[in-house]
């Protein structure tokens, strides 16, 4: 089956052609929304030194990217903020002496009951890092959140995150694949020179109170006038934002 965890180990390099391949462990996690557990870390070394750095995981889950910097990020120097519990718990578990802060920020895929707050009180970081976060939020979430979190980074601090692009063919046809065995099909994507948003397997520019699937597919230009698109081994596209 396209969608079973354990075949999807190969996973496409976006934008780098000479790179083609990369592979990644997706391993199923019972009982969270977000359920794979992947190496986060080896895909984005090159590119982020992370090492003694002050990490804000943001949507980082049940901490993918300290499990897999393998003692790289410090556990004391990591902090973990997502709007699941359940997969808090589980960091948590595994590294008491991180902060693990639940969010309970509205997303509708992830949290469709939650707010439109931004409570929380976090230090200053010097690596702000959201992997496959806003991949499933509006552009405005996108926006509103990143111009939020620029005040919780130090001096010289940037903030890394990952979009998918509608260049990227492979990935958008993985997630059309993905999305045909769970619904049945799958709407055309009219590409365009902005973003689009697919709901469950709509597309739609109206994003519903609450949807089992959320992606939105962003074009390349658009998003370089967001942040610098970096070259990394990972699934989605690394994007670069800094404080200014
Ligand atoms: C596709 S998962 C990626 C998880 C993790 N970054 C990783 O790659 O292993 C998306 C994560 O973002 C979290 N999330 C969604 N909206 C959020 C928000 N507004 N604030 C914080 N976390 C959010 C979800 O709960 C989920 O854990």
Redesign the pocket.
């Known amino acids: 089956m396209k969608n079973d965890p354990h075949e999807w180990n190969i996973v496409p390099v976006p934008i780098y052609k000479d790179d083609s391949v990369f592979d990644i462990k997706l391993n199923p996690v019972k009982g ?3 359920p ?1 557990e ?1 190496d ?1 870390y080896s895909g984005v070394k090159d590119v982020i030194d992370f090492e003694n750095k002050k990490v804000l ?5 049940f901490g ?2 300290i499990i897999s910097s393998n003692g790289k990020i410090k556990e004391e120097n990591y902090t973990c ?4 519990n359940v ?1 808090l718990e589980m960091g948590r578990k595994r590294f008491p002496h991180s902060t693990w802060l639940y ?1 309970n ?1 509205y ?1 509708p895929m ?2 469709f009951q939650g707010n439109d707050t931004f409570s929380h009180q976090l230090e200053t970081y010097d690596i702000i890092f ?4 806003f ?3 509006s552009y405005e ?1 996108f926006i509103w ?1 990143i111009e939020k979190l620029k005040q919780y980074l130090n001096p010289n601090g940037s903030i890394f995150v990952t979009v998918c692009l509608q260049q990227d063919t492979r990935l958008l046809e993985w997630y059309r694949s993905r999305r045909i065995d769970e619904f049945g099909n799958q709407d055309n994507y009219e590409l365009n020179d902005s973003y689009i948003c697919i709901t469950d397997n709509i597309q739609s520019e109206i994003i519903p109170n609450n949807c089992n699937r959320l992606l939105t597919f962003y074009d390349e230009e658009f998003i370089m006038k967001i942040g610098k698109v970096h070259k990394a081994k990972i699934a989605q596209t690394l994007i670069e934002i800094e404080k200014q």
Request: net charge negative.
């Open positions: 969270v929304k977000h794979f992947c986060l995981d943001y949507g980082g889950s993918n990217l903020l997502d709007v699941d997969a969010h920020r997303n992830y949290n959201a992997y496959s976060v991949t499933h939020t979430e959140t």
